[in-house]
């Protein structure tokens, strides 16, 4: 007898420790557990639940279930049961799925309910396991969103995008690379990559990419470079190609970023064309002048020649009209030998140009006005100045660039009123926020006098080799402003000018801040 007592003691405190066990289990679970009875009514809520649904366990004891749903659940949940209990056909018992909750605040949330049944000898209960889902679906949501970003910008992309597997077979095609090849993007899904290569690269792709899996040596993998496609209608066309590799979970893929270069090689090859052609027409115009004006110099030395000698030894025997014209044969012959002088001079500007350096515009300024000290003082001029910047030039050609517009402007001055130069400059954008290549930024230049101006209608005159507004009044070939501008293209810029007959003329001078490195181009 006394050992089934102790047997039947044993077996008690046995089963008391597992229930202390079980409930400690419950009250430390970190998922929510709720026991209701067959009609819906809460018997046991762990700590985790009433936490996850904003009560405390005694605010939910004894009461229906429904009021930790939302609409339309809570409405029909005894329905669920009443359907349950006549049918046995459960929606959710015994295999679980995800659910809204309603915390006690009123906010919903998304959780995972899987629900037990259990049958005690004298009634049914029901056990529910909550599990909160609501950072997880926090992640999904803004995962989709970034992947819906992603595929946004691959989609809207104007360059081309395709991503392949390691065998080659393309696995994603955006729209732009399918319009550049010429496809539907369908139509290239799950066909090799070197269905867009031309030969020899459509061959020997596969041979590229076991190439770069064996030795891992790149050829344009992180690199980029030039290449050609090949179009469905079987047309070739320039692009600019950049891989990246992409580690994945299981496996690795390839992306391929397309920039179609065609009209910048059409470009570049009509720029290299003309460049070559101007070159030559260049080099043929500077020889043409430079023979030229060497084989003029010859009989212009012997007319000046003999004419000094009829000047000084015949002078005397010469009637008066033989003077006449001896002294105005002379007078041209001297015009004549400064006209090619200037000729010269104008040929040489890119002939025998320099390389740029940097260049202080205001030094170069305060040296042409010591240079041009007497005939400023001899004619009375105010020279107002403000700063100039520095600049990549050629300083012997701005030197003269400067010298001629303000020569200019004296000797073009009004009779009887004193002669006034303004020179200034600004720095310019030539696009906002550009500022890298050269000839994104400018200096503008302005010269303005108080002469006798120019009619505007002229504009495009003045600027010719020859052209001379005013005739023969005033000393000068017609070269200068030509020089001018042939020196101010050279340096990336222009030479304009506003004006009004009576009141004066500005010059606006237009040179860029930093050159682009050049050849030197000189005839041998």
């Not at 202390?20 to 557990?33: C, K, M, V, Y």
């Not at 009021?67 to 349950?84: A, G, K, T, V």
């Not at 305060?366 to 910047?389: A, H, M, Y």
């Not at 930024?441 to 209608?457: A, P, R, W």
Request: proline fraction near 3%.
């Amino acid at each position: 007898m006394s050992e089934e007592l102790n047997e039947f003691a044993a077996a008690r405190q046995q089963s008391i420790d597992d229930k202390n066990r079980l409930q400690a289990i419950i009250e430390t679970a970190i998922d929510g557990i709720i026991t209701i009875d067959a009609r819906g009514t809460i018997e046991s809520v762990n700590p985790a639940a009433a936490r996850i649904f904003g009560y405390l366990p005694e605010n939910i004891i004894g009461q229906n279930i429904r009021m930790l749903m939302p609409e339309p659940d809570r409405s029909l949940h005894d329905q669920y049961i009443e359907n349950y209990h006549r049918t046995g056909v459960g929606q959710i018992i015994g295999k679980g799925r995800e659910v809204l909750g309603r915390r006690k605040d009123g906010s919903v949330f998304p959780f995972l309910l899987s629900i037990s049944e259990v049958k005690l000898q004298d009634k049914q209960i029901f056990t529910g396991i909550i599990h909160d889902i609501t950072n997880l679906k926090k992640a999904e949501a803004a995962l989709r969103e970034s992947e819906n970003k992603i595929n946004s910008i691959i989609q809207a992309a104007v360059d081309g995008i395709i991503t392949i597997d390691t065998r080659g077979i393309m696995e994603m095609v955006n729209p732009s690379a399918a319009r550049l090849f010429g496809f539907q993007a369908e139509e290239l899904l799950g066909r090799s990559i070197n269905v867009l290569m031309p030969e020899p690269d459509h061959s020997r792709h596969d041979g590229y990419i076991h190439n770069y899996e064996t030795t891992g040596r790149r050829k344009i993998i992180g690199i980029g470079r030039e290449v050609t496609g090949l179009r469905k209608d079987g047309s070739t066309f320039p692009f600019y190609l950049s891989i990246s590799e992409v580690q994945l979970a299981d496996r690795k893929v390839y992306t391929g970023f397309i920039h179609d270069i065609t009209q910048q090689k059409l470009n570049e090859e009509r720029l290299r064309r003309y460049a070559a052609e101007l070159m030559r027409s260049n080099l043929e115009l500077q020889d043409f002048a430079y023979v030229s004006s060497h084989d003029l110099q010859e009989p212009l030395r012997k007319i000046q020649a003999f004419g000094d000698r009829l000047m000084t030894k015949e002078y005397d025997n010469l009637s008066d009209q033989g003077k006449d014209y001896v002294e105005r044969m002379l007078n041209a012959a001297s015009r004549m030998q400064n006209l090619i002088n200037d000729l010269l001079a104008f040929s040489r500007v890119t002939s025998k140009a320099t390389p740029f350096v940097r260049v202080d515009l205001d030094a170069v300024l305060t040296g042409v006005l010591s240079d041009l000290e007497i005939t400023i003082e001899q004619t009375g001029t105010q020279i107002n100045r403000s700063w100039l910047p520095v600049i990549e030039a050629e300083p012997t050609q701005m030197r003269q660039l400067f010298q001629n517009l303000i020569s200019n402007a004296i000797k073009f001055r009004k009779e009887g009123e004193q002669p006034v130069i303004s020179i200034w400059a600004q720095v310019v954008q030539r696009t906002a926020h550009l500022t890298a290549t050269p000839g994104d930024e400018v200096v503008e230049i302005y010269i303005e006098d108080n002469g006798i101006g120019f009619q505007e209608k002229y504009l495009d005159r003045i600027f010719n080799i020859f052209q001379r507004l005013e005739g023969q009044k005033y000393e000068g070939s017609g070269i200068g402003l030509a020089i001018c501008r042939k020196i101010a293209i050279r340096h990336g810029g222009d030479i304009t000018a506003r004006s009004q007959p009576g009141v004066g003329t500005t010059f606006i001078i237009t040179l860029a801040l930093k050159q682009p490195q050049e050849q030197n181009y000189d005839a041998k």
